[in-house]
């Protein structure tokens, strides 16, 4: 009888311990498969690195063998492991090594057109390596082209789908992949076109419910987080789903120290690059929803042992690459370029201090050097240079800077060659055109801070407290040291990436016509096709980070033989100066045709707003009279 009494209780116990499950994520990791040398909260770090997100995956796994690994999109584009994206597919076929169940796309999988992505898949599918599942509920295949064909084929081949359901510890578990609104439009080169992505997940949520007996739902989206709630795709998504259970949120390389909750909903980020990997605990409710009782972000640094096998296949992949990218343009991945001494700016210091950069700086008089030292260099004076916030990936640490250091801090992009790197171009823009730049980056690049501008020969002063539109006080050109008016209807010649002046040409339609940008040729013709206006240094595209490198060679030997950072980019210059008087005077003073416009619509509606209200006064007064005359 004791006996019998003894096995119920065991029985009744196990049956009341709730479900439980645990999930390690990353996201955003961009061939980051090596440790790097990098700026976090102020501090340089050696971090990130598959080998020690390898032994920390382990040893999660020796804790819970059953424990969840996924990752939120974006695992390629931002370090020379991108240069083998094709014929090595090494970013997925190490997530499957370290072990990882699913991972999504982000917009960088596109960055190597359709042709690059198709082959990529289709080189990870035929390795024989285990692979990750690759998720993603809303791509509309609706009408198709050669191009989508090419994709679709390498979909199908790989066995991208919209869901799966896997089995974690006795938790049915359906994980789903969604792509954002914003991921598509930082995606320039992707020819698919994609359904609502709340919409999509709804039906994908809604198919997964009457298909499928699961106990959670984890959405792998690459759309994001933001401070602006009309922005912040990811906590849309969660209160227009309700039955997600966990978004591991990519894209905006966002650092949650703890989750975002939206009703059931945890929204999770561990930041970019592998500097952190995710981990969470959740248990089942009596209502059968989840509740994160653990959560913390583990970072990865040289504390953490790196797992031998895991880096001796990183080395595998890397062998190659000197030879088959760098061997082009002089250069093997090690090769030491200049010795650095000083601090430099962070990549989140450009986001969020809205000042001059010694980091973009740098970066932009680099392209003035490039341009103007290419084997078939006419003499042409480049005016100015801009480089965006957004295209700047990392920045640089005192001691050495390597070619490897270079290339990380500007590694987007593919050039009309086919060859990984966007290339510089040159284009012609009006001195109007030019303060209309200024402006930009004065009044718009606070709501969208990837448009941050940092320029050689472009100097401007700027009040965040004036008007919006009207904030630039003062902007002149230098030249020679010396400072230069800008005159509104000469042409001047811009140089900037591929990419970035595909987007200066869409700010006449993102703002609706009311700020006019229209990059030119030589000869004052609208560009129709920018890859027209690439730069070649003899046969070869001039890439960014190329120029990057070579100004970096050019400066002066030290003592022992190596170019030294100059004491120039140790402090700042004037180029974008931030004026805060916050005196009436100062808010006033001189304003331009868009504070007028501003002031214009502010007293239309204040003169609409008087209107209707000594309207509503007058039918009241008439309703008070007819009320006393029949009394």
Known sequence: ???????????????????????????????HLNSFRTVVDGENVEAGGFARIKTVIDEKKEENPDTLVVDGGDFSMGTLFQ????????????????????TTFGNHEFDYRSKGLAQMLDTAADSGDTVPSLLVCNVDWSEMNDERQLLKDAFDHYG??????????????????????????????????????????????????????????????????????????????????????????????????????????????????????????????????????????????????????????????????????????????????????????????????????????????????????????????????????????????????????????????????????????????TGKELKTVAEIDASISDYMTTARLYCSGLNMTYNPNRLILNRVTDVYLTKNDKREEIEDDKLYCVVADLYSGQMLSAVTDMSYGLLSIVPKNADGSKVEDFEDCIIYDGDQELKAWVSIARYMESFEEGENGIAEMPEYYNGLHDRKVVDDDKSLGARLKNPNKYAAMIVGVVLVVLLVLIFIIVLIVKVIRRICRRKLKKS
């Open 1 to 31: 009888m004791g006996v019998c009494s003894l096995q119920v209780t065991t029985a009744s116990a196990a049956e009341e311990k709730p479900k439980s499950v645990d999930i390690v994520f990353t996201h955003d990791t961009h061939s």
């Open 160 to 429: 991208v789908k919209d869901y799966e359901v896997i089995e974690k510890g006795g938790v049915k578990i359906a994980l789903l992949g969604v792509f954002g609104k914003d991921s598509l439009s930082c995606a320039p080169t992707c020819a698919l076109e994609f359904k609502d992505p709340i919409e999509a997940v709804k039906e994908t949520v809604a198919a997964i419910k009457e298909k499928e007996d699961v106990d959670m739902i984890v959405c792998l989206s690459h759309s994001g987080t933001s401070e602006d709630p009309k922005k912040s795709e990811d906590e849309l998504l969660a209160k227009a789903v309700p039955e997600l259970d966990v978004i591991i949120s990519g894209h905006t390389h966002t650092t949650l120290e703890e989750p975002i909750i939206e009703g059931n909903t945890a929204i999770v980020s561990a930041g970019e690059y592998g500097i952190n990997v995710g981990s969470m605990h959740l248990s089942q409710n009596s209502e059968g929803r989840w509740e994160v009782e653990d959560y913390n972000l583990i970072p990865i640094r040289p504390d953490i042992e790196a797992d031998e096998a895991t880096q001796e296949k990183i080395d595998a992949f890397e062998a190659n690459i000197d030879d088959t990218y760098l061997k082009q343009f002089g250069y093997t991945a090690s090769e030491v370029l200049c010795e650095n001494d000083y601090e430099f700016a962070s990549v989140d210091d450009l986001y969020t201090k809205h000042t001059e950069h010694n980091l973009g700086d740098i970066m932009a008089d680099a392209y003035i050097y490039g341009a103007t030292h290419t084997k078939d260099y006419d003499g042409e004076e480049i005016d100015v240079a801009v480089v965006p916030s957004g295209t700047v990936r990392d920045t640089y640490v005192p001691g050495d800077v390597t070619v490897t250091d270079v290339f990380n801090s500007f590694s987007l992009g593919i050039g009309a060659d086919g060859v990984p790197g966007y290339p510089l171009i040159k284009v012609y823009l």
């Open 83 to 102: 240069t083998v994206y094709e014929e090595e597919a090494s970013e997925l076929r190490m997530l499957g090594y370290l072990g990882y169940d699913a």
